[in-house]
């Protein structure tokens, strides 16, 4: 609270960040992976 | 009266867990502390009284959370820093959780927090200043087999915060997402059982472990119970 610029997110332990970066890096893999379908999809 | 340079904390969920350690240290460094919970019993023990406001208050109470903002902000002039920390898990397979469960960790774990902006918002927006912090956790994030419905209520914090910060930025109030891993707070230690569902394909628990502090990563519903616990 001390900063100027505090992040939005802030994540604290080891567990959970790793946790939390797997989850996210496995949900744009699902975007990249899929894009075609996506974009097909229009708007 | 807080001083010009100390800050004013504003902290619900403040007799345990991570609630209280902020009251602690906040009080520690000589900052005021309104400290929010459903049972202050305790809180005196943190000491200085002359920087401590202890408010008994239930986050679903929006009236009662109201009239503590407002008894924060006449004893210490404002609010800095709102620690929206009350809450608690529901451990159990998605399946298993009855109506009323479900209904009442969103009662605490949304609802609560949004009665707690509604009542400070006023104040920050005011003062054209202030830091929120919303208590979420890595489950806001991720979800695995056991906490389905408290990640649901978690995501929900996610997502409101996502769009309240873009709102409240032009006013000078930032918002940030907590997301504490599994600590050591009474998490763990404050389990209320719950009745369940038993159609059931497994009979693992669902429950975490007490002794790796650790939510088990296969599909567990078996137990006959769901376990509730004062969240991070």
Redesign the interface.
């Known amino acids: ?1 001390a900063s100027d610029d ?12 790793s ?2 970066r ?3 890096t496995a949900r744009l893999a699902d975007l990249d992976k899929w894009a075609d379908v996506t974009q097909a999809a229009g708007a | 009266m807080a001083t010009e340079t100390s ?1 004013v904390w504003f902290i619900t969920g403040a007799s345990s867990g991570i609630g209280r350690e902020l009251a602690r240290q906040a009080l520690d460094a000589g900052e005021a502390v309104a400290a929010v919970s459903r049972n202050t019993a305790g809180l005196a023990e943190l000491g200085k009284p002359d920087l401590l406001l202890a408010v008994d208050a239930d986050v679903r109470d929006e009236a009662a959370v109201r009239k503590a903002a407002e008894a924060a902000a006449s004893r210490f002039g404002r609010i ?2 709102v620690a929206n920390n009350a809450g608690y898990g529901l451990f159990g397979a998605v399946e298993e959780a009855a109506d009323g469960q479900a209904r009442a960790i969103f009662d605490t774990n949304v609802f609560g927090v949004l009665n707690v902006l509604r009542a400070v918002l006023p104040v920050l927006r005011a003062q054209r200043s202030g ?1 929120i ?1 919303q208590g ?3 489950f806001g ?2 979800a695995i087999p056991g906490v389905g419905l408290l990640a649901a209520t978690k995501y929900a914090v ?1 997502g409101l ?2 769009a309240l ?1 873009a709102e409240v930025a032009p006013l000078g109030i ?10 050591a707070t009474p998490f763990l230690g404050n389990l209320d059982a719950a009745a369940t569902a038993s159609r059931t394909t497994t009979r693992r628990s669902a429950r975490p472990s007490r002794r790796s502090g ?1 939510c088990p990563r296969r599909h567990s519903p078996a137990s006959r119970r769901s376990r509730r616990a004062s969240a991070p």
């Open positions: 609270v505090p992040p939005l997110r802030l994540a604290l332990g080891a567990t959970g960040a946790e939390m797997a989850a996210l | 800050r800095d820093v830091h912090l979420s956790s890595y994030q991720t996610e915060s996502d910060a930032k918002v940030t997402l907590i997301q504490p891993g599994l600590v650790h």
